[in-house]
């Protein structure tokens, strides 16, 4: 079993920035997949970002170029820079955690993220 802590969620006006944090009790160093994944009202779960263990990312075009998602492998820590942010970026936002393809994955619970005036 993995716990995944995400943190940093909270209410940001349009054009703001905000830094989500997922903290992993196991190690996140090479693993198949981690990264950052959002539910707002009424709609399906989506990709935001995420990391593979080749090292590339894969982003939702909804975010190219205003988030980045990073990691620090000695703190088990994936982050989630989210810049100009605007209400259609509104969420639940889920950390997602896959240590091989053929292992069960983990979510943590959820942080909130409201971009209102």
């Known amino acids: 079993q993995v716990q995944l802590v995400e943190s940093g969620g909270g209410l940001v006006q349009p054009g703001g920035s905000l830094r989500l944090s997922c903290a992993a009790s196991a190690s996140i160093f090479s693993i198949y997949r981690v990264g950052w994944y959002r539910q707002a009202p009424g709609k399906q779960r989506e990709l935001v970002a995420v990391?593979?263990?080749?090292?590339?990312?894969n982003y939702a075009d909804s975010v190219k170029g205003r988030f980045t998602i990073s990691r620090d492998n000695a703190k088990n820590t994936v982050y989630l820079q989210m810049n100009s942010l605007n209400p259609e970026d509104t969420a639940v936002y889920y950390c997602n955690y896959r240590r091989a393809i053929f292992l069960p994955e983990y979510w943590g619970q959820g942080t909130q993220v409201t971009v209102s005036s």
């Open positions: 990391l593979s263990s080749d090292g590339s990312t």
